[in-house]
């Protein structure tokens, strides 16, 4: 019941990190128009994402656009887009990979099979919370870097999609963590299993002259 449990809680915090994976691909919030020093005009505000760019008038009117090419992207944006698709696709792999190994399922009858079905669920989470960490704080650290340029007049802050994205990277590899780490004492426990043979099934007897 313990197992099944931690398998529960894996289901759900991979679910999570899906969700908020799907949040940063989708919505452009990824970087924002900052309103500090001499950028004090706050009629419209500009945010950017994966996609598009945004631009939010103070009335709460909002034209969006999509970039009008892939080359003139900068290279984490492209590097971002490729690395959160295969997030959403490796998460979504490993979650039916744990539901058909987890303990509260009875898709695999081999009970043997389940923790390494489990363990490399575990994997799959652990590398998507990666790829969705790894862009977002590649993001984030140019923003960081431009906003701080004195030369850059026009500056940007961290989106919610940063943050989102760092909390959802977490909760991936927390719940691949979980796995990992319970599969391999599971695994580990019953693999020293002892084998008794009765008197009946001994080693056949030799014949003496």
């Known amino acids: 019941m313990g197992n099944a449990g931690i398998h529960i809680v894996c289901v759900a915090l991979g679910i999570l990190g899906l969700v908020a994976a799907i949040i940063c691909c989708a919505i452009p919030k990824w970087r924002e128009s900052s309103f500090t020093g001499q950028n004090i ?3 419209q505000e500009t945010t950017e994402g994966l996609w598009m760019s945004c631009v939010v008038q103070s009335t709460g009117q909002q034209q969006c656009k999509a970039y009008d090419s892939l080359l003139i992207l900068s290279s984490d944006l492209q590097a971002a887009r490729a690395m959160i698709i295969i997030c959403c696709m490796l998460t979504v792999i490993s979650v039916l990979i744990l539901f058909a190994g987890a ?4 898709c695999v009858e081999n009970e043997d099979a389940k923790p390494r079905i489990a363990l490399t669920a575990g994997i799959g989470l652990i590398l998507a919370g990666l790829l969705l960490i790894i862009p977002v704080s590649w993001t984030a650290n140019n923003i960081i870097r431009d906003f701080n340029n ?6 940007m802050e961290l989106g919610a999609c940063i943050f989102i994205g760092w909390a959802g990277g977490v909760l991936l590899l927390l719940g691949g963590g979980l796995l990992c780490c319970f599969s391999k004492m599971r695994s580990g426990g019953s693999g020293g299993t002892a084998k008794y043979y009765s008197n009946s099934a001994s080693a056949p007897s030799k014949n003496y002259v």
Request: charged share 15%.
């Open 41 to 43: 005009v706050t009629a």
């Open 103 to 106: 303990d509260f399922t009875t």
């Open 150 to 155: 004195p030369l850059n007049p026009q500056k």
